[in-house]
């Protein structure tokens, strides 16, 4: 599953935007948080829910510390 998930990435990486290839993994990271124990699926799905604007601001508040 991980070599199809880098491979599917790398091929959006080449013929997509950013933002495409974010909300992609972001997917793969939702349908992950099915297979993560219950305690942990809210957490898990939390964190693959975060836009890919508050994604790229928070990328650039650590880039500019």
């Known amino acids: 599953m991980k ?3 880098l491979f599917t990435t790398m ?3 080449t013929a ?3 933002k495409a290839v974010y909300d992609n993994i972001q ?3 939702r349908i992950q948080c099915d ?3 219950l305690s942990e699926y ?3 799905m939390e964190r693959a829910s975060k836009s890919y ?3 790229e ?3 650039r508040e650590v880039d500019e510390s």
Do not use: G, W
């Open 27 to 29: 997917l793969n990271n």
């Open 11 to 13: 091929i959006f990486l």
């Open 53 to 55: 604007e508050d994604y």
């Open 42 to 44: 809210d957490a898990c």
């Open 3 to 5: 070599k199809t998930l």
């Open 16 to 18: 997509c935007s950013q």
């Open 35 to 37: 297979k993560v124990p």
């Open 57 to 59: 601001r928070q990328r």
